[in-house]
């Protein structure tokens, strides 16, 4: 199935970007390229726009002597895709050109994307091992909707967009025990600090409703995932297939946000810190260790449940949240296309390397694996 020209062809797919380069990631970019050229592999980068009908070679580029350089490739023998978008218009179209590209030169994908938080919970909750662990969640229907859930789970909820990111678009809804009304807290589609109070709870359902503006959104119970200081945190761990294909822990971090605030996300001014020691400090030694066990294990776990629903995976970032008052360990995200700035932030040299090393050598592995 794999060419013999090379020790194997290697294509990034990311979205469009700005100068100096045209595309996204061209940090984390060069070090693949230059991890795979180390190996003996041709990678190169390329975009879905960049692709031409007929033609037998994929413009794209490559990091050579210190910089990008722009060249005609072979096609790819894997893809490794880390287009983010949830553009219905540039999905269509990246499906389109890879389309093409399979017609004339066969290809695997390295991983899978995730279709969305909502399918992630659905299949997640057919493992009773993973039931404990996760929020109760529902789809966001409307005001009535939300309404009923805030009568139910003691006038509070969780809002977020089934295919958002870094915190954006996030809301705390809290009803008023004393005149009705509504406090809604949270993240602007800019990742803004949010603030809204109603006197009026028909109002602030409605005001949620517009907010929405037609988005996909998921309700769960407003979790108390804070530090002793009011700081919410989470623990990422992000796990990858290494070079025999076996899932591994890369590397994990515990990410803290500023007090009151409503998630810990770093693009939203959260900042990472090492786990143990921000686990030790709001749990103490046995009950961090503990805690680290447990969110290791199920780390552990999930890759596989998810690839016999969605099929083959490459890496996932996981966030776990805590609850301190009793011990409780939440899955709050997976991410099929996971980031991992938190291991070069606190210097965790090792991870680093590693995180950017695993898709090449998991690559790697199945063009060897494959005949």
């Not at 894997?78 to 179209?93: K, L, N």
Request: charge should be positive.
């Amino acid at each position: 199935m794999f060419s013999k020209r090379t020790k194997g062809v290697i294509g990034i797919l990311v979205a469009e970007g700005r100068a100096p380069v045209p595309f996204a990631e061209p940090g984390y970019c060069r070090k693949l390229c230059q991890i795979g050229s180390s190996r003996g592999m041709t990678v190169y980068v390329f975009c879905p726009s960049f692709l031409r009908p007929g033609s037998e070679s994929v413009p794209g580029y490559s990091y050579e002597n210190g910089g990008w350089h722009h060249k005609l490739f072979p096609p790819p023998d894997v893809i490794y895709d880390r287009c983010f978008t949830h553009d219905r218009r540039q999905q269509q179209r990246k499906r389109q050109a890879l389309s093409r590209l399979s017609e004339q030169h066969p290809f695997v994908y390295l991983t899978r994307g995730l279709t969305g938080k909502w399918q992630v919970y659905q299949a997640l909750r057919k493992f009773p091992e993973f039931e404990p662990h996760l929020p109760e969640t529902a789809r966001y229907e409307g005001p009535e909707h939300l309404a009923v859930w805030l009568r139910q789970h003691g006038g509070e909820a969780f809002l977020k967009p089934e295919h958002g990111t870094h915190g954006k678009r996030t809301l705390h809804v809290k009803r008023s025990e004393l005149h009705g009304g509504l406090k809604i807290t949270g993240r602007d589609p800019r990742n803004g600090i949010l603030h809204k109070q109603f006197s009026d709870s028909e109002e602030g359902l409605d005001w949620i409703h517009r907010f929405t503006s037609g988005r996909s959104f998921l309700i769960q119970p407003f979790l108390e995932l804070s530090t002793a200081k009011k700081e919410p945190f989470d623990i990422r761990v992000l796990v990858q297939k290494n070079d025999t294909g076996a899932w591994e822990i890369t590397g994990t971090a515990a990410r803290v946000g500023a007090r009151n605030a409503l998630t810990s996300n770093l693009h939203g001014g959260g900042t990472a810190h090492r786990a143990l020691p921000v686990l030790i400090r709001e749990l103490g030694m046995p009950g961090a260790k503990a805690a680290l066990a447990s969110i290791r294990d199920l780390a552990l776990r999930i890759p596989p449940a998810l690839e016999s629903h969605f099929g083959r995976l490459a890496e996932l970032g996981i966030d776990f949240g805590i609850d301190r008052k009793v011990g409780r360990i939440w899955v709050l995200e997976v991410n099929s296309k996971p980031g991992r700035s938190s291991f070069f932030r606190i210097g965790d040299r090792r991870s680093a390397r590693k995180s950017v090393e695993n898709p090449i050598l998991y690559a790697r592995y199945l063009l060897l694996s494959k005949p």
